[in-house]
């Protein structure tokens, strides 16, 4: 007897070669029925024995093409057909029924296309623009919806017949595939000098190859940009660039040409290995080893590289040219410090030419921007720390709909996040909003979201701070009713959205800054909320920040802030390093400074507070790029170190609860003066914030009977205070919520004002 049944199948099904596998799949089982495209996603019949059915529904989404993304799949049951069809069958799409559809990210190379680009017999052997319904670019050549070849910059190739049957055939690798191309219809690559004139090279990757092989930097055309390459193994390539492209310290990240590489180099776990392999290529901050041939200027003072693979034909081509090829490249964003990444050819000669040697270019156009996106693995869990190529246009799944808002995200790490239904789309990393270049790429990439979703948002959701650049550029949107979200609200809303919580949650908010509704930097705080609105339930106290911006510049403005909130003037007797070592005209300066109290705003940030015991321990006076002296204190943690935690006390300020950070000074300065070493300092520091903040949130808990706690802010990319702090709540019998498919940083940050705005006015 045979059984039918009907399937909606939704999440990023078209375009992904899923029809043609869905065929397959059901000829192989026997199965008679169809497949159509609808406007959420594919519509299938099947028909046939129960077993074969059985399997059908089992097989479906546990083998589905790379690209696949099944979001559910309703299933209802169908009277079986009495006049059988015609085996199974791919039906034409319903006109006008693209709409909801999701656009695939950008993939990395398929083993297929891999095996044909170093087959010689293969008619695309060493072709730089090899893809399939399996991979490709897809998000960065999107001009408008429906995805298909003419609204893609593949627009300008005209197939050849070969190309054009792959195309049409629905058994084919290359059916619909729409960036498809050969040596003899598609893109070009050239190499270029930087003034923009062709060098003359029969094989003009080979010969990029042998300029970074003598320690030229050579700007490369990739995916969502330009990176800037350069030997990895040459201390003075990249030194050069280093100092080419003003980025002082930031590590850079590297390419190897294959895992066996990157695990030569660096600590690589199961999890670790899976991300560097999956399909979306990221780079994975991984632990290094020691003695590796990797030049030191690559991440200074860092016991981290961030690695990644391949994951353009080119790059694999880059890597193959040379008998022995290369240990690793660096590859860098193709910008000066903070600026966008350079997409177009002439803007990489204009933009690019003082940094590179030489441009390998090529004549697709990349329409949108993306940075490679970068992640790490935390507790066996990939944590997103830059989302953007890959995983974007990939949208966050909403545990119910919202109405359509824009939210236009912080001042750093921008990125921008509109919803559509159960859907929040996040942008691609679009970077901190401090040039004209990155006002562009934001407005762009707001145009951008907005066109090729089909959305037009009601309402727009930005930050309190009245300087951001976003939050300018909201307010001047009279069109749309505009809601402000409180910073660290919104670091809350956004983990309570990808963790699909509803109701009210104990939220820790813990980073650097965020615009306070009284006018203060907040940043270490304990809120009560909900998506509508929190309680601050409990903060670190106030500090001053002498010189304001420039503190966050100079760790050790915090911490003789500190020093003098919690001992006065007697501090500059202390018989501790820091002391010593300060220099006794810019103290007085900045004393002064703090006792007037002129341009001293006050912060509870949990950044400067991890600064100014970085100062203290000697780790950093001064930092080069965004948390670095937190960063480094925590690396160089001694998990060995057994002596007593710092101390908080924690003090009843009206109806909230205040961190006072007066023991915790008093107990460091103490260990300072016996000469503890930095790494117990770090531990002890580390484990005392542990348990101020779990006792802070058992008070909570009695007061207010939540039990769930959600942690967000750029801070808990600090591991030890992640894990430790998790588990400590855990074994205190606390649900705890964390990140992973979006930063708990800045970066996070649109989609949790996105939340707030809509159930604000929903
Ligand atoms: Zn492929
Ligand atoms: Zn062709
Ligand atoms: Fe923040």
């Keep these: 007897m045979e059984i039918r049944k009907g399937l909606e199948v939704f999440g990023i099904v078209q375009g992904v070669g899923f029809r043609p596998y869905v065929y ?38 546990a083998e589905a093409p790379p690209l696949a993304r099944i979001t559910s799949v309703a299933i209802r049951e169908l009277p079986a057909g009495q006049d059988h069809d015609v085996g199974f069958q791919i039906l034409a799409s319903r006109a006008g029924e693209e709409r909801q559809v999701l656009i695939s990210p950008d993939v990395a190379v398929c083993a297929d296309c891999l095996r044909e680009l170093f087959d010689p017999a293969d008619r695309r052997y060493h072709y730089p623009f090899i893809n399939c319904t399996n991979c490709g670019p897809r998000y960065t050549i999107v001009r408008d919806i429906p995805y298909d070849r003419a609204r893609t910059s593949m627009a300008a190739f005209r197939m050849c017949p070969p190309c054009q049957r792959e195309y049409d055939d629905p058994l084919n690798r290359r059916f619909h595939a729409q960036p498809n191309a050969c040596w003899d219809c598609g893109p070009r690559v050239e190499l270029w000098d930087n003034g923009g004139k062709l ?122 040219c040379h008998p022995t090829g290369f240990q690793a490249l660096v590859m860098t964003s193709g910008n000066i410090s903070e600026e966008p990444i350079a997409i177009g050819n002439e803007e990489a000669v204009r933009r690019l030419g003082a940094l590179a040697d030489f441009l390998l270019v090529h004549n697709r156009d990349i329409l949108l921007r993306s940075d490679d996106s970068v992640l790490r693995v935390v507790g066996g869990r990939a944590r997103q720390w830059r989302r953007s190529r890959g995983y974007v246009p990939v949208p966050v799944f909403l545990r119910e709909p919202v109405p359509p808002v824009l939210a236009v995200g912080g001042e750093l790490k921008n990125t921008l996040c509109l919803t559509r239904g159960r859907h929040a789309f996040l942008s691609q990393h679009i970077g901190d909003l401090e040039n004209l270049e990155s006002y562009r790429f934001f407005e762009e990439a707001a145009g951008h979201l907005q066109r090729i979703l089909e959305v037009e948002p009601g309402m727009v959701a930005y ?122 005209r810019r103290v007085e300066t900045l004393l002064r400074m703090l006792e007037r109290k002129v341009n001293s705003p006050l912060t509870s940030g949990c950044g400067r507070l991890f ?75 580390h484990q005392g914030l542990v348990e101020a903040l779990a006792r802070v949130a058992g008070l909570v808990r009695q007061r207010t009977g939540l039990n769930r706690v959600c942690l967000s802010g750029g801070t808990f990319q600090n ?44």
């Design 463 to 584: 930050d309190l701070h009245p300087d951001y650049f976003s939050t300018r550029w909201a307010l001047a949107r009279t069109d749309l009713e505009r809601v402000g979200v409180q910073h660290h609200h919104a670091h809350i809303a956004s983990c309570m959205a990808e963790n699909h919580l509803e109701g009210r949650v104990v939220g820790f908010a813990l980073d650097g800054t965020g615009y306070g509704t009284d006018g203060h930097i907040w940043g270490g705080e304990v809120l009560v909320a909900d998506y509508r609105e929190f309680i601050r339930a409990a903060h670190l106290a106030y500090v001053p920040m002498p010189g304001g911006a420039a503190a966050i510049h100079e760790p050790w403005r915090m911490a003789v802030a500190y020093l003098a909130q919690h001992f006065g003037r007697n501090f500059l007797g202390f018989q501790i390093p820091f002391v010593r070592q300060l220099d006794p």
């Design 24 to 61: 397959r799949l059901a000829t192989e089982l026997r199965l008679t029925g169809n497949i159509t495209n609808t406007a959420a996603g594919v519509a299938i019949e099947i028909q046939g024995s129960p077993e074969a059915v059985q399997g059908f529904l089992a097989r479906l989404p």
């Design 611 to 685: 600064d100014a015991v970085a100062a203290l321990a000697g780790v950093r006076q001064q930092v080069n790029y965004e948390a670095q002296a937190a960063i480094e204190l925590e690396m160089l943690l001694d998990d060995a170190d057994r002596g007593a935690p710092y101390p908080l006390a924690v003090a009843e300020d009206g109806d909230a609860l205040l961190l006072d950070t007066r023991p915790l000074f008093e107990a460091l300065v103490r260990d300072l003066c016996h000469a503890v070493p930095a790494s117990a300092i770090s531990r002890r520091f």
């Design 719 to 762: 591991v030890y205070l992640l894990e430790h702090l998790e588990e400590r709540l855990r074994s205190e019998d606390f649900e705890v919520f964390t990140h992973a498919e979006v930063p708990p940083g800045d970066g996070g940050l649109s989609l949790g004002q996105a939340l707030v705005a809509a159930h604000r006015i929903g």
């Design 199 to 320: 060098v003359a090279a029969s094989d003009p990757i080979a010969e990029a190859a042998a300029q970074l092989r003598a320690g030229r930097i050579v700007a490369v055309k990739g995916l969502g940009g330009f990176h800037l390459a350069a030997d990895a193994t040459n201390p003075s390539a990249v030194g050069s660039l280093r100092e080419r492209k003003r980025r002082v310290e930031k590590p850079f990240a590297i390419m190897a040409p294959n895992l066996e590489a990157i695990e030569g180099f660096c600590e690589v776990d199961e999890a670790a290995r899976r991300l560097l392999l999956s399909s979306q290529r990221p780079i994975v901050l991984l632990p290094r080893k020691p003695g590796v041939p990797i030049a030191e200027a690559v991440a200074p003072y860092n016991q981290y590289l961030g690695a990644f693979l391949p994951y353009t034909p080119l790059h694999h081509l880059l890597f193959a």
